[in-house]
T-cell receptor, first 117, second 112 residues
Framework: GAVVSQHPSWVICKSGTSVKIECRSL??????MFWYRQFPKQSLMLMAT?????????EQGVEKDKFLINHASLTLSTLTVTSAHPEDSSFYIC?????????????FGPGTRLTVT | EDKVVQSPLSLVVHEGDTVTLNCSYEVTNFRSLLWYKQEKKAPTFLFML????IEKKSGRLSSILDKKELFSILNITATQTGDSAIYLCAVGYGGATNKLIFGTGTLLAVQP
């Protein structure tokens, strides 16, 4: 149980275009999902907290107009990288909070590797 | 500023060795400490620790938390090549929904 999927698993796009990444909790409802970014040989950095039915909360230094987050349902959150640039190339990972037991655990998706050319 | 520091940054051992990975933290509103194993993709959950002094064990892996000294260790006994990975320590903080702050990770390489 507690499986999280991401789509696509990898994407290449041209500079200036937008890319949408989906995060789904497959067998549980997730009122909260998190989006992380991981650069090579670095750890995961929290970008934003996505709450179903409300606006996302962004961490300091993350541009909310560039990284659009929509948590449309209890099982789906999307991250759209707008006007992508090569420096946005990274590994993007989402996690979904499973409220089955406290403290609530986060289950991670397999990640999306974005390359901007 | 909240931080999670792991050591060593990397480690090379031979199969059968025992390794100890360290994680120290300074995080306000501490809720829990978690260990993850990351191979090529996203992290996979190993342990969640919330209480001091209580060892959690899963097969050859075990972990313990010291909330007074603000650190945790992850032990792996009788290492195998399949243990090669990055081991991430994360601290959950804030309200009921844990936000996580991750350490830089320890890259473990187990040689045959």
């Amino acid at each position: 149980g507690a499986v999280v999927s991401q789509h696509p698993s990898w994407v290449i796009c041209k500079s200036g275009t937008s890319v949408k990444i989906e995060c789904r909790s497959l067998d549980f409802q997730a009122t909260t999902m998190f989006w992380y970014r991981q650069f090579p040989k670095q750890s995961l950095m929290l970008m934003a907290t996505s709450n179903e039915g409300s606006k996302a909360t962004y961490e300091q230094g993350v541009e909310k107009d560039k990284f659009l987050i929509n948590h449309a349902s209890l099982t789906l959150s999307t991250l759209t990288v707008t006007s992508a640039h090569p420096e946005d190339s990274s590994f993007y990972i989402c996690s979904a909070v499973y409220r089955g037991r406290f403290p609530y655990e986060q289950y991670f998706g397999p990640g999306t590797r974005l390359t901007v050319t | 500023e909240d931080k999670v520091v792991q050591s060593p940054l990397s480690l090379v051992v031979h199969e059968g060795d025992t390794v100890t990975l360290n994680c120290s933290y300074e995080v306000t509103n501490f809720r829990s400490l978690l260990w993850y194993k990351q191979e090529k993709k996203a992290p996979t959950f190993l342990f969640m620790l919330t209480s001091s002094g209580i060892e959690k064990k899963s097969g050859r892996l075990s972990s313990i938390l010291d909330k007074k000294e603000l650190f945790s260790i992850l032990n792996i006994t009788a290492t195998q090549t399949g243990d090669s990975a990055i081991y991430l320590c994360a601290v959950g903080y804030g309200g009921a929904t844990n936000k996580l702050i991750f350490g830089t990770g320890t890259l473990l390489a187990v040689q045959p």
